[in-house]
């Protein structure tokens, strides 16, 4: 390995002394094939090898890998740059808040500050009154560096349970934190996801325990215990609530993990049974059980009612129903006796449903047509449809800012507005200016120009799109096009303003936002024509876009750039497999570029989303979305950057890796395969220093590629 690290720093400085590049510069990974047989299809992976992380050769080739690439990175001008853009657009914003939630008077917020790369908790007695900081989590301890994965007040407001995480990491411990005496209980609970509840009366909590500390653990998630701990003692004495050993009969999966909560008139007990499906899973016992030797749970929903999300009002249970509809209604029927299949309709299909919400006595309903979208309120009591129009202009969300009241807040954001929020109150349909709103002024927007449009699917399919660009754009074909997709878990792309999109654009680069099959733009049919047996056209709609984009001048195939992140690996990773030919240069941001081996990482549930390979069926559409099965040596491949983060449980990193891997030994196109390697990252990170670093170097990279005058090495 000394030979090959110094190997590798010899071979870089030849490569950054030349613009020119050759793959060669790079050290090849070796090959040590394996072979699987799935229903008679034979795969060869060469690269299993990468996956055991535990191996010491393992770790120094990503240590290599990552050791390359930043020394790549840094020499490309322009890189440092775009990393100070960021800082300053940044520091445009006097205070960003996250979501704020309030019990008995009491609002608690996170808030981020210009200059601050972590968020502190807050809290404060009423709307005007002063802040009070609560956590800051980067004093929290020396060694290790902490953010805010969630918070949860107490319904006195007298106490706030606090999740934090290391690294960018999501495995999070929980603590305890009185207000009264300014300072944390005993209480230390981890390790844990971010499900949390209070009971009624304050004195105890409920989360979700995890297997292990280690996101390299396949078990991590497996099996996972919903637990009720009681303040002020041992957390070996908790008490199991929810899991699949304890309640066979409820055939709970490995992979479905529980979160329980209590209803808001504190009646019930609500276990929910999360995997990837949006299908529930939703289990009912009341809450006097909550101490009993035995839970008397049972089945409240079940995937088969096809319910996406519910909420209970003055003994209602409303729900979200995606059955036998493509937009979604919502249905209504006794919490107390509950018939889902003959629940009664109270909001009949219309616009797509996006989410709801619950406060005293409404329901908060959010509905969008990819480019817009739409309030509604109903009333539990009178069964009344209210529209509500608000006054800020932009895509808008509805949150409560405490369920057992009516007080509302309505966020405002569109790809070129910043978010703007306003209070509303559902009873009196009033609206009010919120404290929480600061607004921020940023270069370049007045002169932006967005496009909403449809362009023709590989199928004659119409496939939204959304361009933008610079006022006084010429559509020569000579404009770097950063061109972005998902796809996937039925989750849209719905416009939103983003700082680090906003820098691209005031360097006259062309953003294209895809809107493939995969996600739910177009209701509940456009989802299942980009899931298993359909996934192709979630690639194919992103090649087909791309392929509009230089038709008709946007962009040309040496300029064009393609991402994905997370699930969009898949996305990115089969578009440039399937065209290499359209991209100048591709991103694939902690990508799942090796779905057959998904089931196998800490992240297994995906099955539901993917399939599996234990099924004749699944497993022949998982080799067929698998990026690392289709890289065929001897092809021209655009220029590559993929990331992956050590911290990581979501897309564990060999998933990129192996990806890079195949790429780096098989590409013949003389452009740059390469590996981000984040030490100080997981799937994502809150940590501005580490996001604008991330995120400047895949720009960097792929703007280089691309051609962009402002990163051309001299």
Known sequence: ???????????????????????????????????????????????????????????????????????????????????????????????????????????????????????????????????????????????????????????????????????????????????????????????????????????????????????????????????YHELGTAQEKDKALLSSAGQPELNISKTEIPGVYFTNDGQYLIGNLT???????????????????????????????????????????????????????ILMTSIKNPDIKNAKVVVPEGKKIYSIASCKDYLLITKDDVVRSYLETFEVATEKINVVQSPVVGINGFFSYDPVTNDCYVLSISWLQPPSGINYNAAKKTFTKSPFDVPANYPGLQDLVVEEIEIPGHDGVQVPLSIMYRKGFKKDGQSVCFMTGYGAYGFSAVP????????????????????????SEKGLEWYKAGFKTTKPNTWKDFISSGEYLIKNGYTSASHLIGEGTSAGGILIGRAITERPDLFAAAISNVGVSNVLR?????????????????????????????????????????????????????????????????????????????????????????????????????????????????????
């Open 275 to 329: 995997t990837v499906d949006l299908r529930m899973h939703i289990v009912i016992a009341p809450a006097t059980d909550l101490l009993k030797p035995k839970i008397s749970w049972r089945n409240l929903v079940v995937r088969e009612d096809s319910v996406a999300q519910i909420e209970v009002i003055h003994g209602q249970l409303l729900l979200y129903s995606i059955k036998g509809t493509s937009n979604g209604r």
């Open 598 to 714: 998904f089931e196998l990482t800490p992240n297994a549930d995906n099955i539901a989303e993917f399939g599996t390979f234990t099924n004749p069926v699944e497993a022949k559409v998982l080799i067929e979305m698998d990026a690392l099965g289709h890289v065929k040596a001897g092809t021209k491949y655009p220029a590559v950057i993929a990331v992956g983060g050590m911290n990581d449980p979501r897309v564990i990193v060999w998933q990129p890796g192996k990806f890079v891997a195949a790429l780096q030994n098989s590409s013949s196109s003389g452009k740059p395969v390469v590996m981000q390697v984040n030490y100080d990252n997981g799937h994502y990170t809150e940590d501005k220093t580490v996001t604008f670093r991330n995120f400047a170097n895949m720009y960097t990279f792929a703007l280089w590629q691309a051609g962009h005058p402002d990163f051309q090495l001299k």
């Open 496 to 519: 939103h303003f983003d700082t680090k999109y906003l820098a691209l654009l005031n360097k006259d680069v062309v953003l294209a936002v895809t809107h493939p099959r995969g996600g």
């Open 1 to 227: 390995m000394k030979c090959f690290l110094q190997c590798l720093t010899i071979s870089a400085l030849v490569f950054l002394s030349n613009p020119s590049f050759s793959q060669e510069t790079l050290p090849k990974p070796r090959k040590q094939p394996v072979t699987d047989t799935y229903f008679g299809t034979k795969v060869v992976d060469d690269y299993r090898w990468l996956e055991d992380l535990n191996n010491q050769e393992v770790k120094d080739w990503y240590k290599a890998q990552g050791a390359y690439t930043d020394q790549l990175l840094a020499r490309i001008p322009g890189r440092d740059s775009l990393i100070a853009t960021l800082v300053q657009y940044d520091k445009l914003q006097p205070a960003r808040y996250g979501i704020v939630k309030r019990k008995a008077g009491r609002y608690f917020f996170r808030k981020t500050m210009p200059g601050e790369n972590v968020g502190k908790l807050y809290y404060k007695d009423g709307e005007t009154g002063p802040e009070v900081l609560v956590f800051d989590p980067l004093t929290y301890t020396a060694d290790k560096k902490y953010a805010i994965s969630d918070f949860l007040p107490s319904d006195d407001g007298k106490k706030v349970i606090i999740s934090m995480a290391s690294g960018g990491g999501e495995i999070s411990t929980l603590r305890i934190y009185d207000i009264a005496s300014k300072s944390f209980l005993p209480d230390r609970i981890s390790p844990v996801r971010e499900e949390m509840a209070w009971t009624p009366d304050g004195k105890g909590i409920i989360y979700t325990r995890l297997n292990s500390d280690n996101p390299f653990d396949t078990n991590f998630q497996m099996h996972t215990v919903s637990r």
